[in-house]
């Protein structure tokens, strides 16, 4: 079963997960100064974005540069991968290909050590994607588990490219951020996903 398939309620009632949605997960995280490279991206694709509103136009045009924009901010220690097989265990569900994964390794032919599992939002509704990112945070954390990189946390994103929601689950409990972040804070947006690699590292 793909991870889309995944409600967010299938997704709590099949894993039994508790849920927190009153808090400001990351109200406190300093912002990341963009470079001019990533302005000048985001100043040409945007309004492109807007006219062709398609997901595969915000997934190329948007959110694909951010993330590389969070890996050249790291120097390079860490790796990204875009629509990758992600196959952790078929009897749970936990199979398919992911939209975005940042991994905690520079290798880039593997995906090793999955931090952040991000996905973009169908129909640009943010609630869309919340059980099929869950999924994957699952997921993610049962591959560390396999590879004996065990976190404590695992840290997810649904995103449409110009609205952010995070998402952390620690134990059984899923924290949902109490507030959206938008494309014209850049900074923030890169700052957290820049603190969620630090964290789990």
């Not at 694709?45 to 807007?50: A, I």
């Not at 991994?103 to 919340?130: F, H, R, W």
């Amino acid at each position: 079963m793909p991870y889309s398939a995944f409600s967010f309620n299938k997704v709590k009632k099949d894993f039994k997960l508790n849920v927190v949605e009153n808090q400001d997960l990351f109200l406190n995280t300093p912002g990341v100064q963009p470079t001019d490279y990533l302005n000048i991206i985001l100043t040409e694709h945007l309004p492109l974005v807007t006219a062709i509103n398609t997901e595969k136009a915000r997934s190329e045009l948007v959110i694909m540069p951010v993330l590389i924009e969070v890996r050249r901010y790291l120097k390079y220690q860490i790796s990204v991968f875009s629509g990758s097989e992600f196959n952790v265990d078929a009897s749970k569900g936990l199979e398919g290909r992911c939209d975005f994964i940042l991994c905690g390794s520079q290798e880039q032919y593997d995906i090793t050590s999955p931090i952040v599992m991000i996905v973009e939002a169908k129909n640009e509704s943010i609630k869309s994607g919340l059980g099929q990112c869950i999924a994957t945070m699952i997921a993610a954390n049962i591959f560390n588990q396999q590879q004996e990189n065990v976190t404590d946390v695992m840290y997810g994103v649904v995103t449409t490219g110009t609205d952010w929601k995070f998402l952390k689950i620690h134990d059984n409990t899923v924290f949902i951020d109490r507030s959206d972040y938008f494309i014209k804070e850049v900074d923030k947006i890169l700052g957290i996903l820049s603190t969620m690699v630090n964290i789990s590292n």
